[in-house]
Every structure is written in structure tokens, then in C-alpha cells.
């Protein structure tokens, strides 16, 4: 994608990664997008890229990242040799948290934490305007802090994390095991909206373990605003008997802050990987 210098989106292409083919396959293919983008906007200069994951100050290679192929690899410089440029590599989360910040549902809030609802489940946090990274890059990664114990074993090596117990694929085996046909989990909220019980109790279960989650991190951060993204921010009840969840779970006599969703859609994430690029540099590119 390329960002225009107020914002807007020049030009956008999408490609599969085909992770499933390996690392350098990977490298290949983010390198030809960018090639091919960069025949309409020469004056880029850096890229910005959005992924799961992080990398490891120790070792400046990637970690956390449930893509793993890309675990332990070199990813920013592999592409910097590719591609002859500067690349910025930045956890997705914190890339949609940044753009929701500056450009969408976050405006004008001091502090924001965003959160990623999908396949798996990442947060970011961004205060002032700025990425706050933390002393380890991992600020914001409340997917993977534990709610029970005793759950479902993540590819962390922990039990019963957020990511196990409230992303997409959780809420969609959470249904099967009570019984329900296979479907996904928007078809689950659509059921249970539509009255069906077994339905209805699995997203019950799966919004109080929203409310636990999210309870945590306001007890401990207290942000001004919670923007959801991901496919599950699409939904609706997360905004009213989720909020109630979290506000039962607060240390506090009320709940304030803002729940909301996200305004910029999916290209939130390549919005961010883009502006990190335009700041370390003139590009404004993201991939
Ligand atoms: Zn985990």
C-alpha cells in the first residue's frame, strides 16, 4: 500500500503470503509488492511492515510470531538486502493501535490501547501520539496473559491464555464442544442473536472472558480508550454485555472508558507500518 502525504490511500495491492511455503517464499513475496509499488511512487524510501510478532532487541531477529516460520529470522534485514532500502518492522497490533490513534476511533485520546480480536488476539499501546514499546517491545501483549490454568495449551507455552480462550478459532471450539454444528464466529453471535440457546451461552462465556481480560489491563494501565479491530470487533454485543463484563471485573465503583470500534477497518494495520516508515524517514509506504 502507499500512503499519500495526507493519508489517503494511493494505491493498495494484497497478496497471500503462502507461509506455508517458507521463509524465503515469504521474503520473495513481500519483495515483489513492493517492487511493483514502487513503479508508482519512486520517491519512497523506507517500508514499513506490519507482523505478528516482534523483534528481539538481543538478537534482532523475530520473535513471538505465530506465523513461526519467521521465528529466530532476520526478517528486517533480509528485506533491507532484498530491497535496497530501510524497512521498519513492527508488530501488527501496534501498528493498528498507532493508526487508530492518530487517524482513527483514538483521536484526541491520551492514551489508547488497541486491541486485535481475530484468528489470534494482540494489543498495542500508544500514549501521546507515540508507540510505547516498553522496555522489551512486548508492552500491549495482553493475548498472552493467563485466564485459566488450566486451558487450552498456546503455542506460547503457557495454558489458558487470552489468545487460547477468546480469538476466533476458541469461540468456534468452544461452540462445537457444547454441541453446536461447526461455523464461525460471527455465525455464532448471529445464531445467538437470533435465539438460540447453546449459542447464546457460548458467547456469554466467551464475553465474560472478554470482561476478565480487558478488565485486567484497564486495572492496570487505566487507558482513555479501547479500540477493537480484528474480525470479531464486528461483534455487536462486545459493545454492551462485553462492556458489562469488564466493568464487573474493575476495581472501581463505574466503568468510563470508552469501548469502541475501530473506524479505519483492515487497512488500519498497513496504515501504521506506513506512518512508522514516513516518521523514521520521507517514505510513506507501508506493506
Ligand atoms: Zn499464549
Not at 524465503?24 to 513492493?34: F, N, P, Q, S
Request: glycine share 16%; hydrophobic share 45%; proline share 4%.
Amino acid at each position: 500500500m502507499i500512503l499519500g502525504e495526507d493519508h489517503a490511500i494511493e494505491r493498495r495491492v494484497r497478496v497471500p503470503t503462502e507461509r506455508e511455503r517458507g521463509y524465503e517464499w515469504i521474503v520473495a513475496r513481500v519483495g515483489a509488492v513492493v517492487t511493483e509499488l514502487l513503479a508508482d511512487a519512486p520517491e519512497c524510501d523506507a517500508v514499513g511492515i506490519g507482523t505478528p510478532g516482534s523483534v528481539s532487541r538481543r538478537t534482532g531477529t523475530l520473535k513471538n510470531s505465530n506465523t513461526v516460520c519467521l521465528n529466530g529470522r532476520p526478517l528486517a534485514a533480509d528485506l533491507e538486502a532484498h530491497l535496497g532500502m530501510p524497512v521498519r518492522l513492527e508488530n501488527d497490533a501496534n501498528c493498528f493501535a498507532l493508526a487508530e490513534a492518530l487517524l482513527g476511533a483514538g483521536r484526541g485520546h491520551e492514551m489508547v490501547f488497541g486491541v486485535i480480536l481475530g484468528t489470534g488476539v494482540g494489543g498495542g499501546l500508544v500514549v501521546g501520539g507515540r508507540l510505547w514499546g516498553g522496555r522489551q517491545d512486548i508492552a500491549g501483549e495482553w493475548g498472552h496473559h493467563v485466564l485459566d490454568p488450566a486451558g487450552p495449551a498456546c503455542y506460547c507455552g503457557a495454558r489458558g491464555c487470552v489468545e487460547t480462550m477468546l480469538s476466533g478459532p476458541a469461540l468456534e471450539a468452544d461452540h462445537v464442544a457444547a454441541g453446536g454444528p461447526p461455523c464461525d464466529a460471527a455465525a455464532v453471535a448471529v445464531r445467538a442473536a437470533a435465539g438460540d440457546e447453546r449459542a447464546a451461552c457460548v458467547l456469554e462465556r466467551w464475553l465474560d472472558r472478554f470482561g476478565r481480560g480487558v478488565g485486567n489491563v484497564v486495572n492496570i494501565l487505566d487507558p482513555s480508550v479501547i479500540v477493537l479491530g480484528g474480525g470479531l470487533s464486528n461483534i455487536a454485543a462486545l459493545y454492551g454485555r462485553g462492556r458489562e463484563a469488564v466493568a464487573r471485573r474493575v476495581f472501581n465503583d463505574e466503568l468510563t472508558t470508552p469501548i469502541v470500534q475501530n473506524t479505519l477497518g483492515d487497512s488500519a494495520g498497513v496504515i501504521g507500518a506506513a506512518l512508522l516508515a514516513a516518521a523514521s524517514g520521507r517514505a510513506r509506504r507501508g506493506t
